[in-house]
T-cell receptor
């Protein structure tokens, strides 16, 4: 099994729908992150969490929310999806300010 | 504002043709510079961390070097399996604890 598992891997939805992307990890890491990757823009940080009670906004948090349900689980929600949220989303984990371990990605298409 | 610029955006090499990828950065108090490799449809995978100017790290055909303003990823005698997008990221000091990624260099090695 992968160290960082993201579900779903692919999702097509319509404008205005609520979407949740889930991430779970078996690394035992304290820190978890959600990134968005767009062609030509690189990886941009949406939200990050240093422990269950610590949630922080990244550089592009508008339109997104997160929940850290447990040390191993970190979910990203789009309350009302819009087409410009079409992107590849990555969850990542780290131990301290150290090397990130990424999941395989969740490709979201908003029509 | 922290900036990470990678060049070239894309690079095509023949098998065995050595070259270098560049990552230039502007960051206050560099704590670490990271190189990742990303294959299509997958999450980035960690390659190297460099912490101070003059440091070098090697792994198979790859060697990463660091100066006060930039890092190079040297690829010696590349093979087709080295084809991927290579990402550079910096971690700055001052308690930021967040990586800033460049947009990547897409490397294609033709047989």
């Amino acid at each position: 099994d992968a160290d960082v598992t993201q579900t779903p891997r692919n999702r097509i939805t319509k404008t205005g729908k609520r979407i949740m992307l889930e991430c779970s990890q078996t690394k035992g890491h304290d820190r978890m992150y959600w990134y968005r990757q767009d062609p030509g823009l690189g990886l941009r940080l949406i939200y990050y969490s240093f422990d269950v009670k610590d949630i922080n906004k990244g550089e592009i948090s508008d339109g997104y929310s997160v929940s850290r349900q447990a040390q191993a689980k970190f979910s990203l929600s789009l309350e009302s999806a819009i087409p410009n949220q079409t992107a590849l989303y990555f969850c990542a984990t780290s131990y301290g300010a150290n090397v990130l371990t990424f999941g395989a990605g969740s490709r979201l298409t908003v029509l | 504002e922290d900036q990470v610029t990678q060049s070239p955006e894309a690079l095509r090499l023949q098998e065995g043709e050595s070259s270098s990828l560049n990552c230039s950065y502007t960051v206050s108090g560099l704590r670490g510079l990271f190189w990742y490799r990303q294959d299509p449809g997958k999450g980035p995978e960690f390659l190297f961390t460099l912490y101070s100017a003059g440091e070098e790290k090697e792994k198979e055909r790859l060697k990463a070097t660091l100066t006060k303003k930039e890092s190079f990823l040297h690829i010696t005698a590349p093979k087709p399996e080295d084809s991927a997008t290579y990402l550079c990221a910096v971690l700055r000091g001052g308690g930021s604890e967040k990586l800033v990624f460049g947009k990547g260099t897409k490397l294609t090695v033709n047989p």
